[in-house]
């Protein structure tokens, strides 16, 4: 694994928010930064006193004509890598960065109007998709829900952006619970949610793409917004912070029962319990127990998966993008966090057949094990899980 990393030094650590900071990294070695896609991650591996720990975090920038990448960093109440990144890490310092990677990327091809959606600090990988798309002809809406001014990022960023456009990049900045000083400055363009009349009052009617970022809770509600409003789901890319799965099948949940208090539900489930970067506490709101689809028949002479504690075949069908996803379809409940190959949250012993990665892992497993969320079967597999 530690040919895969970089040292970086901590050229700038400059506060955004009360609880967002940006860190501008500058390559140790004085090489080249990194190629990158707007919208994609880098790994940091971040020395704890129990041991190094690999966290992910959004390059908020664009690394052109740059000497620097830069991340943005919300403090989480229970996240160890914002906290050590917050308190301990000052300019100067240096951190061993992986190469940016994910696939919740602005696809540079289409020629389609974009809207940008935000839900705090989701407005991260957002904002390296708004100044790419700052270079092009395409027209584009950035709407950034927040709480207030207080805990708004770069929000003088993305007006500039705005203002240069000549008119192509509209943004609305919608809080939630205003303060007295957001009034009496005029920071914010709508308040309350981002609701179907907002929508309706700002898109024309075009075909979008969209890309979708923030609370969990955020997301759901925008999902079930936009599906409404006719976007079509493959045109809505969306990134989880943490543990997600599918936004769809979030989105056909049934509510929780009950909520004391919809601001900070009371109720935590299990299937968010193991959420690294939980940006909400509404996330705990959410249902335990998500709408399974059935599991596909058995077809004669198709390759199978075997998870073998579980007691559970299941035949494999390439309309599944993993053996994660396979699993969880199934309705069983397999460790997970970053579904892209890098923390080894996902990994399981495998005691028969090979399995082949679509992404390779950030830290290649030992013999005899697997991450399945990165890797489909090659022929009959059984897993130990």
């Known amino acids: ?40 991650y880098l790994t940091l591996r971040i020395p704890l006193a129990e041991g190094p720990v690999l966290r992910t975090y959004s390059l908020s920038a664009l690394a052109e004509g740059e000497d620097h990448h830069r991340i943005s960093v919300k403090r989480e109440p229970m996240g160890s890598g914002s906290a050590w990144l917050h308190d301990s890490v000052e300019e100067g310092d240096f951190i061993e960065i992986a190469a940016p990677r994910g696939s919740f990327c602005l696809d540079e091809a289409s020629e389609r109007p974009v809207l940008l959606l935000a839900g705090g600090v989701g ?45 192509r990049i509209t943004v609305r900045n919608v809080y939630r619970a205003p ?32 890309y979708l970022c923030g609370p ?13 409003l006719g976007i079509a789901p493959q045109r809505i890319a969306y990134e989880f912070f943490g543990k997600g799965g599918s936004l769809a099948a979030l989105a056909d949940a049934p509510p929780p029962v009950a909520q004391i208090d919809r601001r900070m539900p009371t109720r935590a489930p299990h299937s968010l319990s193991k959420l690294e970067f ?32 579980s007691g559970v075949t299941l035949p494999w069908t390439d309309a599944v993008g993993s053996i994660l996803e396979l699993a ?45 969320c990165c890797s489909r079967p090659t022929g009959r597999v059984v897993l130990d899980l």
């Open 1 to 40: 694994m530690a040919g895969a990393f970089r040292r970086f030094r901590v050229a700038r650590k400059l506060p955004e928010s009360s609880v967002i900071t940006s860190f501008h990294l500058e390559p140790e070695d004085g090489g080249p930064l990194w190629d990158m896609r707007p919208g994609q």
């Open 123 to 167: 407005l991260t990988p957002l904002l390296a998709m708004l100044h790419r798309l700052a270079h092009t002809t395409r027209r584009a809406w950035f709407v950034h829900a927040v709480e207030n001014g207080d805990v708004h990022a770069l929000g003088n960023e993305v007006r500039g952006v705005a203002e240069a456009s000549d008119g």
């Open 179 to 210: 303060t007295d000083k957001d009034r009496a400055t005029g920071r914010f363009d709508a308040e309350g949610v981002v609701d179907r009349a907002l929508l309706q009052s700002l898109l024309p009617l075009d075909d979008y793409d969209v």
């Open 328 to 372: 969880e379809g199934a309705g069983l409940d397999p460790d997970f966090s970053c579904r892209e190959g890098i923390c080894s949250t996902c990994r399981c012993g495998i005691a028969e057949g090979e399995v082949e990665y679509f992404s390779d892992p950030l830290d290649p497993p030992p013999s005899g094990q697997v991450l399945i």
């Open 216 to 228: 969990t809770p955020f997301m759901v509600a925008m999902w079930r917004l936009l599906t409404g």
């Open 278 to 309: 939980i940006t909400d506490p509404d996330a705990r709101a959410l249902p335990d127990q998500l709408v399974r689809q059935a599991s596909p028949p058995a077809v004669a002479g198709a390759t199978e998966v075997v998870f073998a504690r």
